[in-house]
T-cell receptor, first 113, second 113 residues
Framework: DGGITQSPKYLFRKEGQNVTLSCEQN?????MYWYRQDPGQGLRLIYY???????QKGDIAEGYSVSREKKESFPLTVTSAQKNPTAFYLC????????????FGPGTRLLVL | KQEVTQIPAALSVPEGENLVLNCSFT??????LQWFRQDPGKGLTSLLL?????REQTSGRLNASLDKSSGRSTLYIAASQPGDSATYLC????????????FGTGTRLKVLA
């Protein structure tokens, strides 16, 4: 089955701790994205990558970091510098063409202890 | 800066009713517009993708229209069913050569049996 997987489904972060959210896809897509969703708000772009070993900041990159060492993987690290990390995090991927749709993973809910 | 607005924020209708969800955007220079469905605590599922050169797309009971000049799109749902209850989000892909989507805040739909 082709698709996008995110793990874990729920993640708890302690004060001052860095945590990493996993995103894997087997769709052979070049582009991958990380979004944050807060209640009552639309999705906001954190980082995106159009190709391996390259990524760009989105609209709310502060306090987050990413890597893209493999085509199928795009992990997101929420650092201690992110002061309000509680949110629903969604990973997506697409073929690297403007006309193509984005496919989304099931999401990770991050909570602060 | 592109802004995407969806009105109403929430909608309740009786089963069987035809309904229209609205999406407006401020900059008409878009590559495409996409409608998504999101069930509570889940990722997004693509419903319809309209290219900038198209006026509408249809899939089953769903029809989406696009009027770039007025910065508006509508999602028409015919003969609504309780299973249609979800949050519906629209997103526009920017014309800037990047692969970024700007999302609206969504319309939360409840279809009453």
């Amino acid at each position: 089955d082709g698709g996008i997987t995110q793990s874990p489904k729920y993640l708890f972060r302690k004060e001052g701790q860095n945590v990493t959210l996993s995103c894997e896809q087997n769709l052979n897509h070049d582009a991958m994205y990380w979004y944050r969703q807060d209640p009552g708000q639309g999705l906001r772009l954190i980082y995106y990558s159009q190709i391996v070993n390259d990524f760009q900041k989105g609209d709310i990159a502060e306090g987050y970091s990413v890597s893209r060492e493999k085509k199928e993987s795009f992990p997101l690290t929420v650092t201690s510098a992110q002061k309000n990390p509680t949110a629903f995090y969604l990973c997506a991927s697409s073929i690297r063409r403007e006309s193509e749709t984005q496919y989304f993973g099931p999401g990770t809910r991050l909570l602060v202890l | 800066k592109q802004e995407v607005t969806q009105i109403p924020a929430a909608l309740s209708v009786p089963e069987g009713e035809n309904l229209v969800l609205n999406c407006s955007f401020t900059d008409s220079a878009i590559y495409n517009l996409q409608w998504f469905r999101q069930d509570p605590g889940k990722g997004l599922t693509s419903l319809l993708l309209i290219q900038s050169s198209q006026r509408e797309q249809t899939s089953g009971r769903l029809n989406a229209s696009l009027d770039k000049s007025s910065g508006r799109s509508t999602l028409y749902i015919a003969a609504s069913q309780p299973g249609d209850s979800a949050t519906y989000l629209c997103a526009v892909r920017l014309f800037s050569g990047t692969y970024k989507y700007i999302f609206g805040t969504g319309t939360r739909l409840k279809v009453l049996a």
